[in-house]
């Protein structure tokens, strides 16, 4: 009887077991961590900005013998305009720094024009000398290196080649005596388009928007060489071996944002 009894109750606890614990909520599994970004791979984009520069003329002769160009000063040309394009790079990722390379091609719409008149104190008052500067294109390749401030915020630093395409002229009218002490009304223009070479340093800003795009600001400022147009169009001889009379100076700033799109290692 105390045997029976005995296995009576030991079922009875193994059947409540059973059933507790059948009524007990089962704990998750813990999800998996998100995966950490990367900055590492290639990526292309686009860009859209604004640039200004100078392309200040300065008098380095005098284009009518015995004219004064005394206390002369030649204007401040300022060109400005729409930069717009794309960028190809590449980054590789250390830790919280991030190095790479980047070349970029942008068409350009910077211009500026200024005029004076009189230009000359004598030899013919009325003469008028007009300038204007133009750049059409920008492409640099550069280096860039940086530092994540978190692991979705880049600051960087950038520097390397700069090519720009210009276009610089001067224009001299003169109605009533000519602009060489030439009889009569002539005008002479000195022009050179050229494609210069230069340097660029600047930096920016880049955030993650998420594993793949990436959005961000940045700064350029580019320095070209000088350039001194030849005289393309003068009087008749002998007044038709006109030398350079004007040398314009060319550098730029850029502010730009640029969205671009990460391939995957």
């Known amino acids: 009887m105390r ?14 077991s059973t059933v507790l614990a059948a009524d007990m909520p089962v704990k998750a599994r813990p999800l998996p961590s998100p995966p950490i970004p990367t900055w590492t791979g290639f990526y292309v ?20 013998p015995g004219a004064n160009t005394a206390g002369i000063i030649t204007p401040d040309l300022n060109p400005k305009g729409f930069i ?31 005029s004076i008149s009189p230009f000359f104190l004598t030899k013919g008052a009325s003469k008028t000398v007009t300038w ?17 401030v978190s692991p979705t915020w880049l600051l960087y630093a950038t520097g390397g080649l700069a090519v720009t ?7 001299c009218s003169a109605p009533v005596i000519g602009c060489t002490n030439a009889g009569g009304p002539n005008t002479v223009v000195w022009s050179e388009s050229d494609t210069l070479a230069g340097g660029t340093i600047g930096g920016g800003l880049e955030t993650m928007l998420a594993p793949n795009w ?13 350039t ?35 391939f995957n290692p």
Do not use: C
């Open 84 to 114: 717009g394009g794309g960028q190809l790079g590449y980054n590789w990722q250390f830790g919280q720094w991030v190095v790479g390379g980047e070349i970029d091609f942008s068409g350009l719409n910077a211009n500026a024009d200024a």
């Open 214 to 226: 990436t959005a961000r600001v940045e700064y350029l400022y580019a320095r070209f060489k000088d």
């Open 132 to 148: 204007s500067s133009r750049y059409d294109w920008l492409f640099t390749a550069r280096v860039r290196a940086g530092f994540l």
């Open 45 to 64: 984009g686009l860009n859209a900005g604004y640039a200004w520069g100078s392309s200040d003329p300065s008098l380095t002769g005098n284009v009518a």
């Open 3 to 16: 045997k029976t009894l005995l296995a009576s109750v030991s079922a009875i606890v193994l059947s409540s």
């Open 228 to 262: 001194t147009p030849p005289a393309t169009s003068t009087p008749p001889s002998p007044f038709n071996n006109v030398p350079p009379m004007f040398n314009f100076n060319h550098n730029l700033n850029i502010v730009r944002f640029a969205v671009n799109y990460k």
């Open 165 to 171: 395409h210009v276009k610089d002229s001067a224009t």
